[in-house]
Structure formats: C-alpha cells, structure tokens
C-alpha cells in the first residue's frame, strides 16, 4: 500500500522517503551485478535466480526503512522481509542491483506483486490516497480522488491483495492490542505507521480505546 512510513529523519511522510544507498552497496551488490549483466544482458529468471546479490542489501534495507513494509506499513518480522524490485527485472534488468529500485517487502506481498508494474511506487504515493475503514479493516481509496489517482489507488490494493484475510486479521489484530491498552500510540507509530495514522486522522485515537472486541 506504500503508505506512512517512519523515516529516519524522525518524521512520518507519505510517500515512503528514498534512504541513501549503504557505503558497501557497491562492493556488495552493483559490481557483482553489473559483471553478470555484462556478460549476460537479459538473464532468464533462472539466470538471475544464480545470481540474486541483491539479497546481501536486504539486512541495510531493513534498517533503512526501520523494518516496514513499504507497501503494507507494517513491521516485517525478521524471517519475513525481502527485496522488492520495484521496476520488475523482466521489465529492465538494468535496475536490477540499484539501490533506488528497491523496496522492503513483506515475502506475500512481493509475491502478489510479481512482475506487475500497476502498482503505485511508495516514493511517489501522496497523502490521502488510501484510507482504513476501522469498521471492516479494509484499506480503501479515500473519496474524492480524481479517478485516474482511484484507479491506481484499487489497481495497488487488489494486485498486492492488501484486503486478503491475513492482512485484514493483522490491521484487526493491531487495533484490538491499541483498544485494550497492551500496545501505545507510539509503537504503533514505529511498527504499523499507516493504522496510527489513520487513528489519528479521523479523530479515533482515544474513543476507539476498549471498543474493539
């Protein structure tokens, strides 16, 4: 959903704010991706597969990005984050080893994304795109958008399957802890950004307390 995010500059923006590329990103991913294309220009899935240095960046990635899915704003446990390639390797496999190409990615969201490119980028979304229904736990276009923007705003939310079960049992999940006190609005702010938010945008932070079952 590419929505709020906690950057490390202490604030939380929509879009997702680009982090600077890590001082080993050369050495450890570029290089070694950049002879690969050399030789072989447009890999194969299967080529690239043998040649996946990306994931050595995902460990700076997720201190980047504070461990937030940059689709779905929430906090990836550590067995579950990847690197998404937000312009597909099938699309340009130049931007397969930088930096600028990547986001964090919970694994099943970068899945559902696969090689699409009808998802809106988390550098680019602007505030007030997307919006919590906190009745139903469904993420939605907020009304009023120009409907090119609702487009694109569905086009992400079905492609990424962001209304799925599993995710919508996890935004229940979030705010039933918040309701009953076992977790602050700070924390949310840090580990599901985009449900503090949204709290917070229509006046809920306090009133929801004790009311999600």
């Given at each position: 959903?590419?929505?709020?995010?906690?950057?490390?500059?202490?604030?939380?923006?929509?879009?997702?704010t680009?982090q600077?590329?890590?001082?080993?990103?050369n050495?450890?991913?570029?290089?070694?991706?950049?002879?690969f294309?050399?030789?072989?220009?447009?890999?194969?899935q299967?080529?690239?597969?043998?040649?996946?240095?990306?994931?050595?960046?995902?460990?700076?990635?997720?201190?980047?990005?504070?461990?937030?899915?940059?689709?779905?704003?929430?906090?990836?446990?550590?067995?579950?984050?990847?690197?998404?390639?937000?312009?597909?390797r099938?699309?340009?496999?130049g931007l397969?080893?930088?930096?600028?190409?990547?986001r964090l990615?919970q694994e099943?969201?970068n899945?559902?994304?696969?090689?699409?490119t009808?998802v809106?980028d988390p550098?680019?979304i602007?505030?007030g795109?997307?919006?919590?229904?906190?009745?139903?736990?469904?993420?939605?276009?907020?009304?009023?958008?120009n409907?090119?923007?609702?487009?694109?705003?569905?086009?992400?939310?079905?492609?990424l399957?962001?209304?799925?079960?599993?995710?919508v049992r996890?935004?229940?999940?979030?705010?039933?802890?918040?309701?009953?006190?076992n977790?602050?609005?700070?924390?949310?702010?840090?580990?599901?950004?985009?449900?503090a938010s949204?709290?917070?945008?229509?006046?809920?932070?306090?009133?929801?307390?004790?009311?999600?079952?």
């Amino acid at each position: 959903m590419a929505v709020l995010h906690r950057t490390k500059g202490g604030e939380d923006l929509i879009p997702v704010t680009p982090q600077p590329e890590p001082p080993t990103f050369n050495v450890m991913v570029r290089r070694p991706g950049q002879r690969f294309l050399r030789k072989i220009p447009h890999p194969s899935q299967k080529q690239f597969h043998s040649h996946q240095y990306w994931k050595e960046s995902l460990p700076e990635l997720r201190r980047a990005y504070s461990e937030v899915c940059a689709y779905c704003a929430c906090w990836i446990p550590f067995d579950q984050g990847s690197v998404d390639h937000f312009i597909p390797r099938s699309v340009d496999p130049g931007l397969a080893y930088e930096w600028n190409n990547f986001r964090l990615a919970q694994e099943r969201i970068n899945s559902n994304k696969g090689d699409s490119t009808d998802v809106l980028d988390p550098f680019h979304i602007q505030v007030g795109w997307f919006v919590l229904d906190c009745a139903s736990f469904f993420v939605k276009p907020n009304a009023g958008l120009n409907p090119q923007v609702e487009r694109a705003v569905n086009n992400t939310i079905q492609v990424l399957q962001l209304n799925a079960d599993r995710f919508v049992r996890l935004r229940y999940n979030v705010l039933r802890e918040y309701s009953h006190g076992n977790w602050t609005m700070d924390f949310l702010e840090r580990r599901y950004p985009f449900v503090a938010s949204e709290l917070k945008r229509q006046g809920l932070a306090e009133s929801i307390k004790g009311t999600v079952p």
